[in-house]
């Protein structure tokens, strides 16, 4: 297994995909990968959510396929027989940390606050989501957490922009960030995938 860590280092940017059509999925990761973003989070939020891992995977060999709005363990091992090379939940539960073990799958939850990080710290995580990162109190909530817990990576995500990116990129605990601009609902409804390709490339060239 690929620890979560060496997963976060790969890119700058993790695209946060919900995908209606299944048929999308290719030249959707082409996309995202020609653009330079190869760690992708398909969020199991629709029906073609599963089949969606499957089948980026099998376009693109070079892409680290995660499952995304994991929030129960049926859904973990669903995606775990997806081919899920990670899995990413909104939160942190004791069910879904040993479910993601269990799988040997790399595991990104969620946390918001110092309670949630210790309880991840009692679990032996120490990567962890940062969500919903902007009304959670966005980099100076991260500086804060920072103080305590010294040696936490975070993947903040949640109302991260390509405008604010860069400020959460510059905080040493932040080893890239996670967010849908670069795969809004309106360019995928009208499979716009140059705009894709370019929002990935401006994405992938984000300094960190
Ligand atoms: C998620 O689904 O993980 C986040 O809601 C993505 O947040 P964003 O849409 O604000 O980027």
């Known amino acids: 297994m690929r620890p979560i860590l060496e997963i976060l280092a790969l890119a700058p940017v993790i695209p946060v995909i919900v995908i209606e059509r299944l048929e999308d999925a290719a030249p959707l990761a082409d996309a995202l990968c020609d653009g330079g973003l190869t760690v992708l989070e398909v969020t199991l939020r629709t029906p073609a959510g599963l089949d969606a891992i499957a089948a980026m995977k099998a376009a693109r060999p070079d892409a ?11 859904l973990l091992d669903a995606a775990a027989a997806a081919g899920a090379d990670f899995i990413v939940a909104p939160g942190l539960t004791e069910a879904l940390a040993h ?30 989501k940062f969500f919903p990162a902007e009304t ?5 909530a991260i500086k804060a957490l920072e103080g305590p817990f010294p040696d936490l990576a975070f993947c903040p995500t949640g109302g991260v922009t390509l405008a604010n990116a860069p400020s959460y990129l510059a905080l040493s ?11 809004p609902k309106a360019a995928l409804d009208r499979r716009d995938w140059d705009f894709v390709r370019t929002t990935a490339a401006e994405a992938s060239r984000l300094p960190r």
Do not use: K, Y
């Open 64 to 74: 680290v396929v995660g499952a995304g709005t994991v929030n129960r363990p049926a």
């Open 173 to 183: 605990s932040v080893r890239c960030v996670g967010g849908s601009w670069i795969t």
């Open 99 to 128: 479910g993601a073990r269990g799988h040997g799958l790399p595991f990104l939850p969620g946390v918001a606050t110092a309670g949630d990080i210790l309880r991840g710290l009692e679990l032996d995580l120490t990567t962890f």
């Open 136 to 140: 959670s109190g966005g980099v100076p």
